[in-house]
């Protein structure tokens, strides 16, 4: 079976667990909103493509750099500062952008703000504190945080465009900043010392890989860290390449902002269906075999955006939707689990934030290579033909390299004392 069981962790793991859930769906559905944002403010400040794709990139840019950093925050000050710092930085960051005059300022609340306060908020902490919590459904655990990401974006970009179109881009982005602000208070007063307690004792369980003792030095030399650090630099180039301009590209075919923002909003939804089935799957199948068959729904979901060009079709919207969304984010909750069975205890935080700049740095890439192909060109094509080679390289990795495979042993104890 593959549904949770109170035990050890009970109650308290799967409160732990929700609120994972939660600031991971606030922090990267507010990050996704920017792809509704970026044609209202193109049209009155008449910025580039590759001007507003740039401030994506650098948000991407200053998550993924912030996230060792973010790590040993969390190591050292623990998760509540953490995560008030976060919300009323991205909050500041929000509302100062509603009321931006030129590009740099942008830079400095959406790109510089934005990307540090959502960095506070995601994945990071939350695989650190939910690995004290899960052991033989880790990788379920994590696949339920990730899906923050699709539930954020289902409800956060649509909301969004409503705000736009009915009070303009800056008071959204205003309001926007207010709620997420807002959120620091009952956060601050959580039972931080009942949630940062654990149930699960430290220690790296794998089927396959030695157990690679915690130390960042250390780790940072090992080929294990390298491989997790490309899967995500790989994935994140090939899927922002598309991802970000994808609103865009379907009003350029003749959708309406809303219809075009509820596409990518219905991604949001599949992808937490595509994100708790790769957890399942990976516990059940490995690693290799459940990365593949989400990377050849990418695929299928680019080449849909490709073909509508030649031959428009609700249908090829329908078939993007379906596989881009429920292949969007899932090979997070693989990375985040190998990360905690191969680097198992507390220094956790700081060694998968160092990875996850792989990501912050493939989505910057991705984003701004693929607005500067969009102003070189003039079109779209480029940039789906990037985003598929990307593609080929990530499940390459997965092929040829043995750590990729790791997986947390099932510890022998009875089932009625079994963690969750």
């Keep these: 079976m593959s549904r949770f069981q109170p035990s050890a962790g009970g109650l308290a793991a799967l ?4 609120f994972c859930f939660v600031m991971n769906a606030l922090a990267r559905g507010a990050g996704e909103t920017y792809a509704v944002f970026l044609l209202p403010i193109g049209d009155e400040t008449g910025w580039h493509r590759g001007d507003l794709t740039s401030v994506y990139s650098l948000y991407m840019a200053a998550n993924g750099l912030a996230s060792p950093f973010v790590g040993l925050a969390f190591d050292r000050f623990g998760p509540r500062i953490l995560y008030v710092f976060g919300l009323v930085l991205l909050g500041s960051g929000f509302m100062l ?4 005059a030129s590009l740099w300022e ?3 609340s959406v790109g510089l703000m934005g990307g540090l306060g959502i960095a506070s908020l995601g994945m990071i902490p939350a695989s650190a504190l939910i690995s004290r919590w ?3 459904r ?3 655990a994590m696949a339920v945080a990730s899906t923050g990401l699709g539930t954020g974006t289902l409800v956060l ?8 179109d009915v009070e303009g881009w800056r008071t959204a982005y205003l309001w926007l900043g207010a709620i997420i602000t807002a959120v620091a208070v009952p956060v601050a007063l959580l039972p931080w010392s009942r949630i940062t307690s654990g149930a699960v004792a430290d220690r790296p369980l794998t089927e396959r890989i030695p157990a690679v003792r915690p130390g960042l030095l250390r780790v940072i030399c090992g080929r294990p860290f390298w491989a997790l650090f490309f899967v995500f630099f790989l994935t994140a180039v090939a899927i922002y390449s598309v991802s970000l301009q994808s609103v865009a590209y379907l009003v350029d075919q003749g959708y309406s902002p809303l219809e075009a923002a509820s596409a990518f909003g219905f991604t949001g939804v599949l992808s937490i269906v595509g994100m708790l089935v790769t957890g399942i799957a990976a516990d059940r199948y490995g690693n290799r075999v459940t990365a593949t068959v989400s990377y050849a729904c990418s695929f299928v979901g680019v080449v849909a955006l490709f073909a509508m060009q030649a031959a428009p079709s609700f249908a090829l919207v329908v078939v993007f939707v379906i596989f881009f969304g429920v292949s969007m984010g899932a090979r997070g909750p693989i990375v985040s689990t190998i990360a905690a069975t191969l680097f198992a205890g507390r220094g956790l935080g700081t060694i998968y934030g160092t990875i996850t700049t792989g990501q912050g740095l493939g989505a910057a890439a991705g984003s701004w290579i693929a607005g500067f192909l969009h102003d070189l060109t003039g079109g779209y094509d480029a940039g789906f033909l ?3 080679v990307f593609i080929g390289l990530a499940v390459i990795l997965f092929w040829t390299v043995p750590e990729l495979v790791a997986r947390r042993s099932r510890p022998a ?3 009625s004392k079994a963690l969750p």
């Design 15 to 18: 409160g732990v667990l929700a």
């Design 97 to 100: 952008a509603g009321s931006m």
């Design 106 to 108: 942008m830079y400095l």
């Design 134 to 136: 899960f052991d033989r």
């Design 138 to 140: 880790l990788a379920t």
């Design 157 to 164: 970009v649509p909301l969004a465009q409503v705000l736009i």
């Design 386 to 388: 990037m985003s598929s």
């Design 413 to 415: 104890q009875p089932e």
